[in-house]
């Protein structure tokens, strides 16, 4: 209880920092970025059988890159007529940012970002079946135990691409479009995969998700203004 | 302030894209059954035979007739019981009935999510009585889901034959 106060007094603190803006023209605003993956919300809504949460970081190493990592969860739970199926895991990805738009034009749009991306992701889940029936309309439905839990891992790359607006100070929200490229997975050989964590529906070697982030930065650094590394 | 009708017209496109991939429903037949077709041993060989009636049931399942006095039938259509090792059909043509055994291996396969699972048979052995039938062979002992071909002949002497 005592840990929690600390932690929210702590988080209180840093957002009530407020950056003097006596030399803003100059210096930019650095700080580790945390953010949540809303889109699971969307997912539960549409798709109730299965849960995820994700959570993402950021940091801007150098004028307009910015290493990134995500790390989430998911859980499945199916239950049909035919058979339950329970899956679960968790992902994380890494990899960088590059912000095309330069922050310069506009002062109050200096840390939005129209960005391109990669991503380094890896899974570890596992799944199994229990109460499988097979139905037979002349004998009768005969229920046969249970395929038993199997753990699993699949690596892909994700390219991004994405925008994300400081809609307040420090806080901003963003939507990011990805195309992914599965490099290796594990198979089931008894029963096929519904869901890879951070992936999606399991049936094919490419796919395309979406994020829609909500994100704090910490305003810890202060750097001068430079121009961007490349391009 | 220009900026947050893009983000809102993304998460609208985000929305419209989740929507339009939805779980179908299982659009498959399940049926894994062995079928059946009827012979009659000639001189020059066997020649493929329909009975004139034919009345077929699971022998524990009287009460519930797979073919009904159906007539001229050349081949039956049989779903084996996914619960034993074995299947066991009454045969009825005219006044005379001959009971068929078959015994097999089960296999447990994955379809799909949508289907579930499906039981596919290994057939080991075949049996008749021999009151009308004379004897009865393997042809094709897979049985697996919506197969049309023969996996088992049925030989009829050409004395009990009426049709052909």
Redesign the interface.
């Known amino acids: 209880m005592k840990r929690t106060l600390t932690y929210t007094f702590l988080l209180l603190t840093l957002l009530a920092i407020d950056v003097p803006d006596g030399s803003a023209q100059e210096k930019r605003i650095r700080g580790l970025r945390l953010g949540v993956d809303v889109s699971g919300l969307v997912w539960q809504y549409v798709e109730p059988q299965s849960f995820s949460v994700a959570i993402s970081a950021d940091y801007e190493i150098m004028p307009a890159i910015y290493m990134a990592a995500e790390a989430g969860r998911l859980k499945v739970d199916r239950n049909k007529s035919n058979f339950n199926y329970t899956a679960e895991g968790y992902y994380a990805r890494l990899g960088a940012d590059y912000n095309f738009i330069q922050n310069d034009v506009d002062p109050t749009a200096k840390y939005d970002m129209l960005y391109g991306g990669i991503r380094f992701s890896g899974a570890r889940y596992s799944h199994q079946a229990e109460n499988i029936t097979f139905q037979n309309d002349y004998w009768g439905d005969y229920q046969s135990g249970s395929m038993p839990r199997s753990n699993m891992g699949a690596y892909w790359v994700e390219l991004v691409a994405g925008l994300r607006v400081e809609a307040l100070k420090n806080f901003f929200i963003g939507w990011s479009v990805r195309g992914q490229f599965m490099l290796s997975r594990d198979n089931d050989k008894r029963i096929e995969t519904w869901m890879i964590p951070g992936y999606g529906k399991a049936d094919q070697n490419t796919g395309l998700s979406f994020t829609y982030s909500l994100s704090y930065r910490i305003p810890l650094t202060r750097v001068p203004e430079q121009p961007p590394a490349f391009f | 302030m220009k ?2 009708p ?2 809102l017209l ?2 609208g496109l ?2 419209l ?3 339009s ?3 179908e429903e299982c659009d498959q037949t ?1 049926r894994t059954n062995a079928v059946f077709s009827f012979l009659t041993i000639q001189p020059e060989g066997p020649v493929d035979t329909a009975l004139p009636v034919l009345t077929v049931y ?1 022998e524990t ?1 009287k009460d ?1 007739l ?1 073919y009904d006095s159906a007539s001229t039938i050349e081949q039956v259509s049989l ?5 034993r090792d074995y ?1 066991r059909f009454v045969f009825q043509t005219d006044s005379l009935s001959d009971t068929v055994e078959l015994t097999y291996n089960r296999h ?1 396969k ?1 379809l ?2 949508e ?5 596919e048979y290994e057939i080991q052995q075949a049996a008749t009585t021999n009151h009308h039938f004379d004897s009865i062979a393997i042809v094709k002992p897979q049985v697996n889901i919506n197969d049309n071909e023969t996996h088992i002949n049925i030989y009829l002497s050409p004395a009990d034959t009426t049709g052909n």
């Open positions: 900026k947050y893009a983000v993304m998460f985000m929305l894209l989740i929507f991939c939805r779980e399940l699971g399942r519930s797979l779903p084996l019981d996914p619960s299947s447990q994955f799909s999510h289907c579930g699972f499906i039981t």
